[in-house]
């Protein structure tokens, strides 16, 4: 059988999705939780990395089994073994074929800041805290540019190992609410830290440390100092995987 995961993470003690050695991983867990209550080394595909800090409210993994075990009765019998930060929310059968990675079409990530002078006791590891104000309607003027298919060059790190940089993006649109700032980004997918600078860049065109009217010039540039920082690992979640 193949059998697809829905789940949830709080990224918050995890090195990321990625088994590493010497370093504590959500796919290490999964792993060790199906391996207790089927006995096998399974090859557990997940959809896509995430670094050390970053949450997921819909991740999507896969993998397969011999066992006797009914679809649906993996969710709860792998969160019997598995901490609280870790939840899944429904397991099923799949066709063969299917792959978390690979049969992805594309993915929404949202990215929040906290935009008060404080801190949170409460939100420290679930958002940014940027304590100067900023202007969303230029955050939102320079999402416009990022719209449809461009090289990404310049909002990726360095250790990305895809051929291309070339990505779309459907939709990016900044919202507040109280003190919370939330960029919410949609395309058929993102390079390493892509989303994490695209919200620094906003962030900064928002405090004016960029003009919002250059975004377009800045992509088209393909040049990495242009952009803004990265920002932290702690306000981004993995939202939705679509296929």
């Not at 867990?29 to 006995?39: L, V």
């Not at 949450?55 to 901490?83: D, G, M, R, V």
């Amino acid at each position: 059988m193949n059998i697809r995961l829905d789940l949830q993470y709080d990224g918050t003690a995890y090195h990321g999705w990625q088994i590493q050695k010497n370093a504590l991983s959500v796919q290490e867990n999964i792993k060790n939780a199906i391996f207790k209550i089927t006995g096998e080394e399974v090859n557990l595909t997940g959809c896509g990395r995430t670094d050390a800090g970053v949450h997921a409210i819909n991740y999507t993994a896969n993998f397969k089994t011999n066992s006797n075990i009914p679809p649906e009765k993996f969710a709860p019998a792998i969160n019997s073994k598995l901490p609280k930060d870790i939840r899944i929310l429904k397991s099923l059968e799949v066709c063969e074929d299917f792959n978390a990675k690979n049969s992805a079409k594309g993915k929404t990530y949202i990215y929040k800041i906290l935009n008060s002078k404080s801190e949170n006791a409460f939100l420290r590891n679930y958002s940014w805290h940027y304590p100067i104000p900023l202007d969303t309607e230029k955050m939102q003027r320079a999402a416009a540019a990022f719209l449809g298919e461009h090289d990404f060059l310049g909002f990726s790190s360095s250790g990305r190992s895809t051929k291309t940089t070339i990505r779309t993006i459907y939709a990016l649109d900044i919202e507040k609410s109280g003190d919370i700032i939330t960029i919410s980004v949609t395309g058929n997918g993102f390079l390493y830290n892509m989303v994490r600078i695209i919200a620094g860049t906003l962030a900064f065109c928002g405090h004016d440390k960029i003009n919002a009217a250059d975004m377009e010039d800045i992509i088209l540039s393909k040049t990495r100092s242009r952009a803004g920082i990265t920002a932290p690992a702690q306000g981004l979640f993995l939202r939705e995987v679509y296929y």
